[in-house]
């Protein structure tokens, strides 16, 4: 499965934003969905989760002002930024795999990468 990113930009602290990760060649729907970022001198993290069943998973960082959501009939899976801080600035990538609902926070889950977004807040 092919994965597209796209979405980010520049937006002041507490602005919001809405990603897209679009993907080609495959089926969105029986694969579990992720959302890494990676801030420049950082290692990419995980930010938030949707497996194929629906049920939902993200970093204590951004709980409760981030929300993933998917569109089977799009083929696209969204992630909602609220309440952005200057630490949500990074390149943000949607990745999607197959892994055991314990393994959804780690990188070596998911097989398939999109390009990556760039996300800048700005105070």
């Known amino acids: 499965v092919q994965l597209q990113a796209s979405g980010g930009g520049l937006v002041q602290v507490g602005g919001s934003l809405r990603l897209s990760c679009a993907a080609s060649g495959r089926t969105l729907s029986r694969y579990s969905v992720a959302w890494f970022r990676q801030a420049p001198g950082k290692e990419r993290e995980f930010v938030a989760a949707i497996r194929w069943t629906g049920t939902t998973s993200y970093a204590d960082s951004v709980k409760g002002r981030f929300a993933i959501s998917r569109d089977n009939a799009e083929n696209t899976v969204y992630l909602r930024l609220n309440s952005l801080k200057s630490e949500d600035t990074a390149v943000y990538y949607c990745?999607?795999?197959?892994?055991?609902?314990?393994?959804?926070?780690?990188?070596?889950?998911?097989?398939?990468w999109g390009q990556g977004t760039q996300v800048t807040v700005s105070s």
């Open positions: 990745a999607a795999g197959q892994p055991i609902a314990s393994s959804l926070g780690r990188l070596g889950s998911y097989p398939n």
